[in-house]
């Protein structure tokens, strides 16, 4: 069986690191997961600086930028996530299915309480993490294995912790109400029928009246635009790391057609879903 996800995603390890060498999949990596083994120093994420220990693990977005400041001799391991790798998934086969990948990533990415931290619910998912890890980094460093299934079921499972972990913050650190139906959109984005008013409202124990009003109030901007700007947020992100045709994403995204997705991308972003893909892949690239 070809490595095929071998291309689109690189795992690191570093032992008793003092300093890390200039890593060039930098620039064309999409998301990364670091495990902090042991160690202590700083992490500096676009010129914010923030403390490590062992058994820490941080998830950064496209555009984050890091460096380490190294205190004491420290042990990490780093999956990069290139920007090929949706790429990949939306031109081949999946056992798992393609939608699935990307709503864990769409959880990740754009989570209204994403810190670069990632802080587990329980002991138990700290070692199940680590344990992925070590599952990882062996398939990774044994060219002779046929591993691919079981690296994406292990990146899988990565990308569902991580996943659940975002939502266990927003849960813990807020009491809003607001948040709790924001939370509740993003999670529920490719269901149409769990974002209408009336699901929305009985949900949340609103009328149907007063759920809009009530958004628009705590918002700014109405129930419907938010959720049809957030779709195109998604849309945006699968124009600039996939393959996939416009009709494909419209249908996943819940549009009515590919002409339906095109005429609402020009009218909210003023260029065409073309273009955009030309410019995104083009810079993506420089």
Request: hydrophobic letters at 35%; charged letters at 20%.
């Given at each position: 069986?070809?490595?095929?996800?071998?291309?689109?995603?690189?795992?690191?390890?570093?032992?008793?690191?003092?300093?890390?060498?200039?890593?060039?999949?930098?620039?064309?990596?999409?998301?990364?997961?670091?495990?902090?083994?042991?160690?202590?120093?700083?992490?500096?994420?676009?010129?914010?600086y923030v403390?490590?220990?062992?058994n820490?693990?941080?998830?950064?977005?496209?555009?984050?930028?890091?460096?380490?400041?190294?205190?004491?001799?420290?042990?990490?391991s780093?999956?990069?996530?290139?920007?090929?790798?949706?790429?990949?998934?939306?031109?081949?086969?999946?056992?798992?299915?393609?939608?699935?990948w990307?709503?864990?990533?769409?959880?990740?990415?754009?989570?209204?309480?994403r810190?670069?931290?990632?802080?587990l619910?329980?002991?138990?998912?700290?070692?199940?993490?680590?344990?992925?890890?070590?599952?990882?980094?062996?398939?990774?460093?044994?060219?002779?294995?046929?591993?691919?299934?079981?690296?994406?079921?292990?990146?899988?499972a990565?990308?569902?912790i991580?996943?659940?972990?975002?939502s266990?913050?927003?849960?813990?650190?807020?009491?809003?109400?607001?948040?709790?139906?924001?939370?509740?959109?993003?999670?529920?984005?490719?269901?149409?029928?769990?974002?209408?008013?009336?699901?929305?409202?009985?949900t949340?124990?609103?009328?149907?009246?007063?759920?809009?009003?009530?958004?628009?109030?705590?918002?700014?901007?109405?129930?419907?635009?938010?959720?049809?700007?957030?779709?195109?947020?998604?849309?945006?992100?699968?124009?600039?790391?996939?393959?996939?045709?416009v009709?494909?994403i419209?249908?996943?995204?819940?549009f009515?057609?590919?002409?339906?997705?095109?005429?609402?991308?020009?009218?909210?972003?003023?260029?065409?879903v073309?273009?955009?893909?030309?410019?995104?892949?083009?810079?993506?690239?420089?």
């Amino acid at each position: 069986m070809p490595r095929v996800i071998f291309e689109h995603v690189v795992v690191q390890h570093f032992v008793n690191a003092t300093s890390l060498p200039f890593c060039k999949y930098t620039s064309i990596r999409f998301f990364e997961i670091l495990l902090i083994e042991k160690g202590s120093g700083l992490l500096k994420i676009n010129n914010h600086y923030v403390p490590y220990s062992e058994n820490q693990i941080f998830v950064l977005i496209p555009n984050d930028k890091y460096t380490f400041e190294i205190e004491t001799p420290t042990t990490i391991s780093a999956i990069k996530f290139l920007n090929s790798f949706f790429a990949e998934l939306s031109s081949n086969s999946d056992q798992l299915p393609r939608k699935d990948w990307f709503k864990k990533i769409e959880e990740i990415l754009y989570s209204t309480s994403r810190t670069a931290h990632l802080q587990l619910q329980s002991d138990a998912e700290e070692s199940s993490m680590r344990s992925l890890f070590t599952v990882l980094c062996n398939e990774y460093s044994d060219k002779s294995l046929n591993s691919e299934v079981v690296l994406k079921a292990t990146l899988h499972a990565m990308l569902n912790i991580v996943s659940r972990n975002m939502s266990y913050i927003s849960a813990k650190g807020t009491e809003s109400k607001i948040q709790d139906i924001i939370d509740y959109i993003h999670h529920h984005i490719h269901d149409a029928e769990k974002l209408s008013r009336k699901t929305l409202a009985s949900t949340f124990y609103f009328s149907e009246n007063y759920i809009s009003e009530f958004f628009k109030r705590e918002m700014g901007i109405s129930l419907k635009k938010y959720i049809l700007n957030y779709k195109l947020k998604l849309v945006e992100t699968r124009l600039k790391y996939t393959n996939l045709t416009v009709s494909e994403i419209a249908h996943e995204l819940g549009f009515t057609d590919s002409s339906h997705l095109a005429k609402t991308f020009q009218a909210y972003k003023g260029m065409s879903v073309g273009n955009y893909r030309a410019s995104a892949q083009n810079t993506d690239h420089s």
